[in-house]
T-cell receptor
């Protein structure tokens, strides 16, 4: 089934540890995005990639890094986790045709303690 | 700054009609999206409006007025499964999506 796979589904992480959230899509979409979703706030863009080999910073990039070595994979790394990074993280992709919207992964629920 | 406003929560009765409003102020406009998000799940795409007017898709319709910076999502013949959050998002001049905080819709029997 075509779509986006995120891993892990959930994780409890000690503060100061490094963590990589994985995201893989099989739709050959050029654009990919990482969002965090916190209660009472809208989805906030962390980083994005318009095509393989390029990345850009979103609204809340501090403490996070991404890479886009190929079309399918877009991992998000927390170099040294802090409690304020406790959130639900969604990866999304887009074909570039706005009328089709974005496709989202099922999310990673991260708790930093 | 950029801003998307929508009500935090709404309640409606099964079988009825509900209208969820969204107002926006963004730097540029390249379309407005509505997404549905059930609790604990990912958002799923409902509709896209880039021109003024009404777009109808079955029980769901979405309206846009660009001059007023206003949209609404209309849900007819409400079903219990429509209980979810509804997210309004606007694509700005940089083709980035700006998201509202979402409207939690509670359907009562």
């Amino acid at each position: 089934i075509a779509g986006i796979t995120q891993a892990p589904t959930s994780q409890i992480l000690a503060a100061g540890r490094r963590m990589t959230l994985r995201c893989t899509q099989d739709m050959r979409h050029n654009a990919m995005y990482w969002y965090r979703q916190d209660l009472g706030l809208g989805l906030r863009l962390i980083h994005y990639s318009n095509t393989a080999g390029t990345t850009g910073k979103g609204e809340v990039p501090d403490g996070y890094s991404v890479s886009r070595a190929n079309t399918d994979d877009f991992p998000l790394t927390l170099a040294s986790a802090v409690p304020s990074q406790t959130s639900v993280y969604f990866c999304a992709s887009s074909s570039g045709r706005e009328s089709y919207g974005y496709t989202f992964g099922s999310g990673t629920r991260l708790t930093v303690v | 700054g950029q801003n998307i406003d929508q009500p935090t929560e709404m309640t409606a009765t099964e079988g009825a009609i509900v209208q969820i409003n969204c107002t926006y102020q963004t730097s540029g406009f390249n379309g407005l999206f509505w997404y549905q998000q059930h609790a604990g799940e990912a958002p799923t795409f409902l509709s896209y409006n880039v021109l003024d007017g009404l777009e109808e898709k079955g029980r769901f319709s979405s309206f846009l007025s660009r001059s007023k910076g206003y949209s609404y999502l209309l849900l007819k013949e409400l079903q219990m499964k429509d209980s979810a959050s509804y997210l309004c998002a606007v694509m700005d001049s940089n083709y980035q999506l700006i998201w509202g905080a979402g409207t939690k819709l509670i359907i009562k029997p």
